[in-house]
Nanobody
Framework: QVQLVESGGGLVQAGGSLRLSCAAS????????MGWFRQAPGKEREFVAG????????SYADSVKGRFTISRDNAKNTVYLQMNSLKPEDTAVYYC??????????????????WGQGTQVTVSS
């Protein structure tokens, strides 16, 4: 089992920045690809960004390319999401997720085995 805890969410004005963190505990000795997802009220959970175990492969949703950056520090068992140039449409609960495998970061919710509780990000216009 892997436990994930997100932090760093909050309220920010449009154009501002936030950095989300996801701390992993439990069976962190295994190699996991990691992802960030988000869910706005009344909408389905959607992929935001993903990163392979060693960090050499990353992927992003088109809506966040050039604004968000995913990274990880395996020594600290932590994954980050740096969010710049935030827009009101980025408002959502952001979730960290761990894939049970080390592979190209999947964009599918169903491919991730472990999830955090989520952290709220609100961007005001």
């Amino acid at each position: 089992q892997v436990q994930l805890v997100e932090s760093g969410g909050g309220l920010v004005q449009a154009g501002g920045s936030l950095r989300l963190s996801c701390a992993a505990s439990g069976r962190t000795s295994r190699s996991y690809a990691m992802g960030w997802f988000r869910q706005a009220p009344g909408k389905e959970r959607e992929f935001v960004a993903g990163i392979s175990w060693r960090g050499g492969t990353t992927s992003y949703a088109d809506s966040v390319k050039g604004r968000f950056t995913i990274s990880r520090d395996n020594a600290k068992n932590t994954v980050y999401l740096q969010m710049n140039s935030l827009k009101p449409e980025d408002t959502a609960v952001y979730y960290c997720a761990a894939d049970g495998l080390d592979r190209w970061p999947s964009t599918a919710v169903a491919d991730y085995d472990y999830w955090g509780q989520g952290t709220q990000v609100t961007v005001s216009s």
